[in-house]
C-alpha cells in the first residue's frame, strides 16, 4: 500500500517533469522562430496601421494623428487610380501568360524526347536568377539601338519601338520580362502535374473513341486544375511582389506607366519619406495578398489530406 | 455486347494503333521537338546576348550594324568592372549574408517543424496558427516598420541588420511539418525509448531521413538570399556593405547606355555562383520544387 501510493506520487512527480522537460525543448525549438516573427511580422503588421493613420517625414521627431487623412490622400491622389490599374494589368497580363505558355510548354514537353530534361530544366533556371541581374540584362536587350531586339529587327527593316522610354511600350517590357523569368516554373510544375494523371484515364477515353481534344477537354484539364490553381495564386502572389524588375528597369516611368503598387509603397516610403502614405499602400497590398494566401493554403492543406 | 465488355475486349486484344493515331504521336512529336528547340532559344538567345556583351568591346557594342559575335576573346570588360567597384567586397558581403540567413531559415525551419509534429506541447496547434499568420504577411509590406525597429537599434548598414528580419521562416517551416507528418510515429518513439533526447532524435534520424526535402529547402532559401534585392537596398547605406544584386544595380547607374560591356560582365559576377550551383543540383532541385507543388 505504502509503496504504490509511493510509486504512484513518484510517477505524477516524474509525468509533471517530463512534461516540462518536454515544454522546454518546444520552447527551444520552436521559440526563436515565433519570437522573430512576432518582432519583424507580428508587430510591423500593427505598426503599419498605426503609421498609416500618421502624418511623419521619418526623420522629425513629432508624428501627427491625422486619422483617415492618409487614406483619403491616398485614394484621391490622382495618380493612384493608374497604379492601382496597372498592378491589375501587369497582374493579368503576366499571369496569364506565364499560365498559358507554361501549359503549351508542358503539354509539349511532357512526353518522351530526347534532351527533354535538359529543356526542362534551361526553361527553369531564369527563376532561380537574381531579378536585378535579369532586369538589367534586358535593359541592353530592349536598348532601340543596339539591343538584341534591334540586332533581330534592323536587317527586317523594322524599327524597335522606344521599349523602356515610351509609356506605350514600358509595361508589355516589363511583362515580357517577367514571363521570361517566370515561364519556366509554371511549365516545370505543369509537367508534375501531367505526370500525376493515371496513364490508364487516357487509354480508357482513348477507347471510348475521344478525340485529342476531346481527352485534354475531359481528362487533362480536370487532372491539372489543382496544379493550375495553385499556378494562379503563386504567380498572382509573385507579380504583386515584383519590385526589383521594375525598379531597376523603370523606376516606375515613364510617367507612372509602370508604377505598381510594392513599387509606390517604396517610392512613398523611402524616396518620398511620407510614412503614413506609405502605410497605407502597405495595407491595401496586404488585404490583397491575405486574400490569395488564404485560398493557397486552403489548397495546399487539401492536397495534403487527400492526396 | 455491352459496351463496357467491348471496351475490356479491346483492351485484351490490345489491337494495333489506327493509323490516324500514329499520325497523331508523330506529329505531337514533332510538336514536342519545337517545343524543346523553342524553349531552348527563348532562354538561350537573350543568355548568349549577355555572355556575348561581356565579351565584346565599346566599338562592337556601338555597331549600327548589329554584330552578333565579338571578333574576339575579350576580357578586359572583367577586369573594368572588377576595378569599377568594389567586388571583391560586394561577394563577402554577399556570401556572408546567405550563409547567415540561410543557415538561420533552415535551422529554423527544421527545429520549428520537428517541435510541431513530434514535441508535446499544450496548443501546439496555436503556435502552427500563428506561422500561417505569418505567411500572410509578404516581407514588403512591412518594410518600412521593420526599417525603422532596425534604426533603433542602430543595424542600419550591419550584416545583422541585412539578416535578422529574413532570418525566421514560415513556408519552409509549414512545407517540412507537411513532410514530417508523414513520417511514421513509431521511428521517433522507438529513439525515445532507448532513452535518446529529442535533439538527438531530430539530428539522427528525423534529419536523415528528411535529406531530401530539407536539401531542397536549403538551397532555395540560398538562392532567395542571394539574389535578395528589395531589403539590402533599403538597409545598405554604403558601398562597403553593399551585397552583389545592390552592386550591380549601382554599376548600372554609373555606367549603364555607355558601357555595356563592363555592366554585362558585372552581371556575370552575380549570376555565375547560382549557375553552377544550379548545375551540380538541378536535377533533385527542379523535381522537388515539382514534388512540393504537387503533393504539398
Given at each position: 500500500?505504502?509503496?504504490?501510493?509511493?510509486?504512484?506520487?513518484?510517477?505524477?512527480?516524474?509525468?509533471?517533469?517530463?512534461?516540462?522537460?518536454?515544454?522546454?525543448?518546444?520552447?527551444?525549438?520552436?521559440?526563436?522562430?515565433?519570437?522573430?516573427?512576432?518582432?519583424?511580422?507580428?508587430?510591423?503588421?500593427v505598426?503599419?496601421?498605426?503609421?498609416?493613420?500618421?502624418?511623419?517625414?521619418?526623420?522629425?521627431?513629432d508624428?501627427a494623428?491625422?486619422?483617415?487623412?492618409?487614406?483619403?490622400?491616398v485614394?484621391?491622389?490622382s495618380?493612384?487610380?493608374?497604379?492601382?490599374?496597372?498592378?491589375?494589368?501587369?497582374?493579368?497580363?503576366?499571369?496569364?501568360?506565364?499560365?498559358?505558355?507554361?501549359?503549351?510548354?508542358?503539354?509539349?514537353?511532357?512526353?518522351?524526347?530526347?534532351?527533354r530534361?535538359?529543356?526542362?530544366?534551361?526553361?527553369?533556371?531564369?527563376?532561380i536568377?537574381?531579378?536585378?541581374?535579369?532586369a538589367?540584362?534586358?535593359?541592353?536587350i530592349?536598348?532601340?539601338?543596339?539591343?538584341?531586339?534591334?540586332?533581330?529587327?534592323?536587317?527586317?527593316?523594322?524599327?524597335?519601338?522606344?521599349w523602356?522610354?515610351?509609356?506605350?511600350?514600358?509595361m508589355?517590357?516589363?511583362?515580357?520580362?517577367?514571363?521570361w523569368?517566370?515561364?519556366?516554373?509554371?511549365?516545370v510544375?505543369?509537367?508534375?502535374?501531367?505526370?500525376?494523371?493515371?496513364?490508364?484515364?487516357?487509354?480508357?477515353?482513348?477507347?471510348?473513341g475521344a478525340?485529342?481534344?476531346?481527352?485534354?477537354?475531359?481528362?487533362?484539364?480536370?487532372?491539372?486544375?489543382?496544379?493550375?490553381?495553385?499556378?494562379?495564386l503563386?504567380?498572382?502572389?509573385?507579380?504583386?511582389?515584383?519590385?526589383?524588375?521594375?525598379?531597376?528597369?523603370?523606376?516606375?516611368?515613364?510617367i507612372?506607366?509602370?508604377?505598381?503598387?510594392?513599387?509606390?509603397?517604396?517610392?512613398?516610403?523611402?524616396?518620398?519619406?511620407?510614412?503614413?502614405?506609405?502605410?497605407?499602400?502597405?495595407?491595401i497590398?496586404?488585404?490583397?495578398m491575405?486574400?490569395?494566401?488564404?485560398?493557397q493554403?486552403?489548397?495546399?492543406?487539401?492536397?495534403?489530406?487527400?492526396? | 455486347?455491352?459496351?463496357?465488355m467491348?471496351?475490356?475486349?479491346?483492351?485484351i486484344?490490345?489491337?494495333?494503333?489506327?493509323?490516324?493515331?500514329?499520325?497523331?504521336?508523330?506529329?505531337?512529336?514533332?510538336?514536342?521537338?519545337?517545343?524543346?528547340?523553342?524553349?531552348?532559344?527563348i532562354?538561350?538567345?537573350?543568355?548568349?546576348?549577355?555572355?556575348?556583351g561581356?565579351?565584346?568591346?565599346?566599338?562592337?557594342?556601338f555597331?549600327?550594324?548589329?554584330?552578333?559575335?565579338?571578333?574576339?576573346?575579350?576580357?578586359?570588360?572583367?577586369?573594368?568592372?572588377?576595378?569599377?567597384?568594389?567586388?571583391?567586397?560586394?561577394?563577402?558581403?554577399?556570401?556572408?549574408?546567405?550563409?547567415?540567413?540561410?543557415?538561420?531559415e533552415?535551422?529554423?525551419?527544421?527545429?520549428?517543424?520537428?517541435?510541431?509534429?513530434?514535441?508535446?506541447?499544450?496548443?501546439?496547434?496555436?503556435?502552427?496558427?500563428?506561422?500561417?499568420?505569418?505567411?500572410?504577411v509578404?516581407?514588403?509590406?512591412?518594410?518600412?516598420?521593420?526599417?525603422?525597429?532596425?534604426?533603433?537599434?542602430?543595424?542600419?548598414?550591419?550584416?545583422?541588420?541585412?539578416?535578422?528580419?529574413?532570418?525566421?521562416?514560415?513556408?519552409?517551416?509549414?512545407?517540412?511539418?507537411q513532410?514530417?507528418?508523414?513520417?511514421?510515429?513509431?521511428?521517433?518513439d522507438?529513439?525515445?525509448?532507448?532513452?535518446?533526447?529529442?535533439?538527438?532524435?531530430?539530428?539522427?534520424?528525423?534529419?536523415?531521413?528528411?535529406?531530401?526535402?530539407v536539401?531542397?529547402a536549403?538551397?532555395?532559401?540560398?538562392?532567395a538570399?542571394?539574389n535578395?534585392?528589395?531589403?539590402?537596398?533599403?538597409?545598405?547605406?554604403?558601398?562597403?556593405?553593399?551585397?552583389?544584386?545592390?552592386?550591380?544595380?549601382?554599376?548600372?547607374?554609373?555606367?549603364?547606355?555607355?558601357?555595356?560591356?563592363?555592366?554585362?560582365a558585372?552581371t556575370?559576377?552575380?549570376?555565375?555562383?547560382?549557375?553552377?550551383?544550379?548545375?551540380?543540383?538541378?536535377?533533385?532541385?527542379?523535381?522537388?520544387?515539382?514534388a512540393?507543388?504537387v503533393?504539398?
Open positions: 500500500m505504502q509503496l504504490t501510493k509511493h510509486d504512484f506520487s513518484a510517477s505524477i512527480a516524474g509525468r509533471i517533469r517530463r512534461d516540462w522537460r518536454e515544454w522546454l525543448i518546444f520552447l527551444a525549438f520552436a521559440g526563436p522562430n515565433v519570437a522573430l516573427f512576432a518582432i519583424f511580422t507580428y508587430a510591423p503588421m505598426n503599419n496601421l498605426i503609421l498609416s493613420f500618421n502624418d511623419w517625414n521619418m526623420i522629425s521627431s508624428k494623428w491625422v486619422g483617415l487623412q492618409n487614406y483619403i490622400d485614394f484621391t491622389d495618380q493612384f487610380s493608374r497604379i492601382f490599374l496597372n498592378t491589375i494589368v501587369f497582374t493579368a497580363a503576366s499571369v496569364t501568360l506565364v499560365l498559358a505558355l507554361g501549359l503549351g510548354g508542358g503539354l509539349l514537353l511532357n512526353q518522351k524526347l530526347r534532351g530534361n535538359a529543356a526542362r530544366s534551361i526553361l527553369f533556371s531564369p527563376h536568377l537574381s531579378g536585378a541581374a535579369i538589367i540584362v534586358w535593359i541592353y530592349f536598348d532601340p539601338r543596339f539591343g538584341l531586339i534591334y540586332a533581330v529587327l534592323h536587317p527586317l527593316g523594322i524599327q524597335s519601338p522606344n523602356l522610354t515610351d509609356p506605350n511600350w514600358s508589355p517590357a516589363i511583362v515580357i520580362v517577367y514571363v523569368k517566370y515561364l519556366g516554373y509554371a511549365t510544375i505543369y509537367i508534375a502535374g501531367l505526370q500525376a494523371i493515371p496513364g490508364d484515364l487516357y487509354e480508357a477515353a482513348r477507347v471510348d478525340g485529342a481534344w476531346m481527352r485534354f477537354r475531359h481528362v487533362t484539364l480536370p487532372g491539372l486544375s489543382p496544379v493550375m490553381f495553385f499556378l494562379v503563386t504567380s498572382i502572389l509573385s507579380s504583386f511582389q515584383s519590385f526589383d524588375i521594375i525598379n531597376i528597369m523603370t523606376k516606375g516611368g515613364p507612372n506607366s509602370t508604377n505598381t503598387l510594392i513599387y509606390h509603397l517604396y517610392e512613398l516610403g523611402f524616396i518620398n519619406f511620407s510614412i503614413g502614405r506609405a502605410g497605407v499602400i502597405g495595407m497590398l496586404f488585404v490583397l491575405f486574400v490569395v494566401t488564404l485560398l493554403l486552403r489548397y495546399l492543406d487539401r492536397q495534403v489530406n487527400y492526396a | 455486347m455491352n459496351a463496357l467491348e471496351r475490356d475486349a479491346q483492351l486484344a490490345q489491337p494495333a494503333p489506327a493509323p490516324s493515331i500514329r499520325a497523331e504521336a508523330a506529329l505531337s512529336k514533332i510538336l514536342g521537338y519545337s517545343a524543346v528547340i523553342v524553349a531552348v532559344l532562354i538561350g538567345i537573350p543568355v548568349f546576348w549577355l555572355v556575348t561581356a565579351l565584346k568591346t565599346n566599338r562592337e557594342i555597331n549600327a550594324s548589329p554584330q552578333w559575335l565579338p571578333s574576339h576573346l575579350m576580357l578586359d570588360n572583367f577586369a573594368n568592372a572588377w576595378n569599377g567597384a568594389p567586388f571583391g567586397r560586394y561577394y563577402i558581403n554577399s556570401f556572408i549574408t546567405t550563409i547567415l540567413g540561410a543557415a538561420c533552415i535551422t529554423m525551419a527544421v527545429t520549428t517543424a520537428y517541435a510541431l509534429v513530434f514535441v508535446r506541447f499544450p496548443k501546439r496547434d496555436w503556435v502552427f496558427v500563428l506561422l500561417l499568420l505569418a505567411l500572410m509578404p516581407e514588403e509590406v512591412v518594410i518600412v516598420p521593420n526599417y525603422l525597429t532596425i534604426a533603433n537599434w542602430r543595424l542600419v548598414n550591419t550584416y545583422a541588420g541585412i539578416v535578422l528580419p529574413g532570418a525566421s521562416i514560415a513556408f519552409g517551416t509549414f512545407l517540412l511539418r513532410y514530417f507528418r508523414t513520417l511514421p510515429p513509431d521511428l521517433i522507438a529513439s525515445r525509448v532507448d532513452g535518446a533526447g529529442h535533439v538527438r532524435a531530430m539530428i539522427s534520424i528525423v534529419a536523415p531521413v528528411a535529406a531530401p526535402a536539401a531542397t536549403g538551397l532555395l532559401s540560398v538562392v538570399k542571394w535578395d534585392y528589395l531589403w539590402p537596398l533599403i538597409v545598405t547605406t554604403t558601398s562597403d556593405m553593399r551585397t552583389l544584386p545592390i552592386g550591380i544595380s549601382w554599376l548600372l547607374d554609373q555606367e549603364g547606355n555607355t558601357e555595356w560591356g563592363v555592366v554585362m558585372a556575370l559576377f552575380v549570376v555565375v555562383p547560382v549557375i553552377l550551383v544550379f548545375l551540380y543540383a538541378q536535377r533533385f532541385l527542379v523535381s522537388g520544387i515539382a512540393g507543388a503533393k504539398g
